[in-house]
C-alpha cells in the first residue's frame, strides 16, 4: 500500500465529507479495521469519521451489525448479501450518513471453489443510494487486505 496515495484519498474522503457535513461509518472484516486506521491516521478526521465496527466472526456480525443469521448460512459471510447488511447495520448503530463495509477471504485459507482467496465484497451507502460491489485481488494477505482498504477510499470519493 503506497502510504502516499492512501493519505491523500483520506484526507480527500475527510474534506468532502466535511463539506457535506456528514460522517463516515465503517464495518470491517476481513481488513480487520485497516480502513478505520487510514481514516484515523488523518488529523482532524473526528470532524467526519463516526467510528468503525470491526466484526471479524459471524457472531460479532450478528450481534453487533444485525446482519442475519439467515443470510449468513443462506449467502456466507462473504456475499453481497452479508455486505449490504453489515453497511446497513453500521449506519443503524451510528450517527454517520455514509457507511462502507468489507467482507473478503484475504486468505492463504477459507477459500471455496465458488470463493477463491481474493474474493471480497464492498458495500457502500449514502444518502440516496446503497450498493455492493464484488471484487477480486490478486496477492498474499497483506496485499489483498491493502487492495480492499484503497478500492473502499477510491469508491467512496467516487460516490461523493
Known sequence: ??????EYLATELGARLQQQGWYLVTA?????????EAVTAIAGSS?????????????????ILGVHHET?????????QTALEMVKGALAHSQAQVGVSITGIA????????????TVWIAYAFPNNTYAQH??????????????????????????
Open 1 to 6: 500500500m503506497n502510504l502516499i496515495e492512501l
Open 28 to 36: 470491517e472484516s476481513c481488513t480487520g479495521g485497516l480502513l478505520a
Open 47 to 63: 470532524v467526519w469519521f463516526d467510528r468503525g465496527f470491526v466484526t471479524y466472526s459471524n457472531a460479532a456480525k450478528q450481534e
Open 72 to 80: 449468513l448460512t443462506k449467502y456466507g459471510a462473504v456475499s453481497e
Open 107 to 118: 486468505g492463504p485459507s477459507g477459500a471455496t471453489p465458488n470463493k477463491p482467496v481474493g
Open 135 to 160: 471484487n477480486y485481488f490478486t496477492g498474499d494477505r497483506t496485499g489483498i487486505r491493502k487492495q480492499a482498504v484503497i478500492t473502499a477510499l477510491q469508491r467512496l470519493l467516487q460516490g461523493l
